[in-house]
């Protein structure tokens, strides 16, 4: 018995190109041919092939199926090494699963930095993107704060300093930090690390601080760095206040 090219491809449940592609690469002998020029595979062709097929099913690269399929104990570490890999690809595929449903039962945007799909109805456009910066120098308990400030930021103050006209007056400004400062004092109270960042970081902090400053410059205009300068501030002095009558934080107006 003998099979042409598709026959053969047909019954191993692939496909001509398939087959030829595995002659290119020499994991399947070429048989020989008839005087027609066909070529006429036999029982150990389909074998062949169904061998090379189980061991690409099972993951193995192509270009070590010849030495994974020749047994003994290089097979053995190459197996464990593939298991170790489709694990972490396992981890990796149910970990978007789960960011996937959060997105879609948040009504999300999907580029949202992960862990943010319940609170990105409360981001602009600049705070997706600092966020979206803070991922990568901050571990995961400083990105938990950070998701707890958006969640406890008053977004009517939030949604007045991202509306912030360039060419805001005196006045404006200085009344939007005083209205921001309260806010920005409790979170400088409740997490220390956002002044001492250091413990919580994964990168050098020359190289954070540095990517930081030209985020903000970048991502805000002069007028709303301004009003936000000026919130530090007045949180600053508040919470040196406070500290010195050893009172917990409250309103600068209280």
């Not at 298991?83 to 595929?93: G, P, S």
């Not at 938990?144 to 360039?166: C, F, G, H």
């Amino acid at each position: 018995m003998a099979w042409s090219t598709r026959e053969l491809a047909k019954l191993a449940g692939t496909t001509v190109n398939t087959v030829r592609h595995y002659h290119r690469l020499g994991l399947l002998e070429e048989p020989a041919r008839e005087n027609n020029g066909y070529k006429q595979y036999e029982v150990r062709h389909l074998v062949r092939l169904l061998r090379i097929r189980r061991l690409s099913g099972l993951g193995v690269p192509l270009g070590q199926i010849g030495e994974v399929g020749a047994g003994g104990e290089t097979t053995l570490l190459a197996l464990r090494e593939l298991d170790d890999e489709l694990a972490a690809n396992i981890d990796r595929l149910e970990k978007a699963r789960a960011d996937i449903a959060a997105i879609v039962r948040a009504r999300a945007p999907a580029d949202v930095p992960a862990g943010f799909e319940s609170v990105a109805f409360r981001l602009s456009q600049a705070d997706s993107s600092m966020i979206h910066l803070y991922t990568q120098p901050y571990d995961e308990a400083a990105l938990a704060d950070v998701r707890t400030m958006v969640e406890q930021s008053p977004k009517d103050i939030d949604d007045e300093l991202n509306a912030l006209a360039v060419d805001a007056d005196e006045m404006m400004r200085q009344e939007l930090a005083e209205r921001l400062a309260p806010d920005l004092a409790r979170s400088l109270h409740e997490f220390p690390w956002l002044r001492d960042p250091v413990g919580n970081l994964r990168k050098s902090m020359d190289v954070t601080a540095e990517t930081f400053v030209e985020a903000l410059v970048e991502l805000y205009h002069h007028a709303q760095l301004d009003v936000l300068a000026r919130a530090s501030l007045i949180a600053s002095e508040f919470l040196s206040t406070s500290s010195d009558t050893d009172d917990g934080p409250v309103p600068p107006s209280a």
